[in-house]
T-cell receptor, first 115, second 113 residues
Framework: AQSVTQLGSHVSVSEGALVLLRCNYSSSVPPYLFWYVQYPNQGLQLLLKYTSAATLVKGINGFEAEFKKSETSFHLTKPSAHMSDAAEYFCAVSDNIQGAQKLVFGQGTRLTINP | EADIYQTPRYLVIGTGKKITLECSQTMGHDKMYWYQQDPGMELHLIHYSYGVNSTEKGDLSSESTVSRIRTEHFPLTLESARPSHTSQYLC????????????FGPGTRLTVL
């Protein structure tokens, strides 16, 4: 079964600093990987996705993630944090079950931005 | 505008009541999903549907039931609510491609007293 581990349930960075949110996956087949963001009292919004094309994936709001098969990782980065980036971030791996795509989520990382 | 809607956004209800959480999408997506999310925790799939008249149980056992009579509508029902059902419920949908983005609704935060 596929699984996702997000290292660090809370990450705090200063405004303008590098954001690095870690995600490691476990999959017996080539994975499809996703990063979602959740703002308070809202649903999830897709930041970016990896579907076996380019290993460096660019997403919305200046985020990007690099797929590293040798490390089974898909870490999310942003060069310069903004106050509006404060949110909960979820990494997910896709498990295609009988035609219905099932997402397995990590436990989430809460990102806090310090002024 | 294509979107996915959930109502109500917040619901506080007493034990034993029957409730239905509504989810509708205007994107014409075949696949729809219900997730349960406790505060500060990951999402767990409780139900999904390939299309009309199709419903399946997800990873997390749930006492809720779902129906899919119309493509755009995927309601979730609890026949007799209990405090253990207190949680946030998120609905999502995706297109019929093998791997495609899931679009999420804003969620319903349910509190059972």
């Amino acid at each position: 079964a596929q699984s996702v581990t997000q290292l660090g349930s809370h990450v705090s960075v200063s405004e303008g600093a590098l954001v690095l949110l870690r995600c490691n996956y476990s999959s017996s087949v080539p994975p499809y990987l996703f990063w979602y963001v959740q703002y308070p009292n809202q649903g999830l919004q897709l930041l970016l996705k990896y579907t076996s094309a380019a290993t460096l994936v660019k997403g919305i709001n200046g985020f990007e993630a690099e797929f590293k098969k040798s490390e089974t990782s898909f870490h999310l980065t942003k060069p310069s944090a903004h106050m509006s980036d404060a949110a909960e971030y979820f990494c997910a791996v896709s498990d295609n079950i009988q035609g219905a795509q099932k997402l397995v989520f990590g436990q989430g990382t809460r990102l806090t931005i310090n002024p | 505008e294509a979107d996915i809607y959930q109502t109500p956004r917040y619901l506080v209800i007493g034990t034993g009541k029957k409730i239905t959480l509504e989810c509708s999408q205007t994107m014409g997506h075949d696949k729809m999903y219900w997730y349960q999310q406790d505060p500060g925790m990951e999402l767990h799939l409780i139900h999904y549907s390939y299309g009309v008249n199709s419903t399946e149980k997800g990873d997390l056992s749930s006492e809720s039931t779902v129906s899919r009579i119309r493509t755009e509508h995927f309601p979730l029902t609890l026949e007799s609510a209990r405090p253990s059902h207190t949680s946030q419920y998120l609905c999502a949908s995706s297109a019929g491609l093998a791997v495609s983005e899931q679009f999420f609704g804003p969620g319903t935060r349910l509190t059972v007293l």
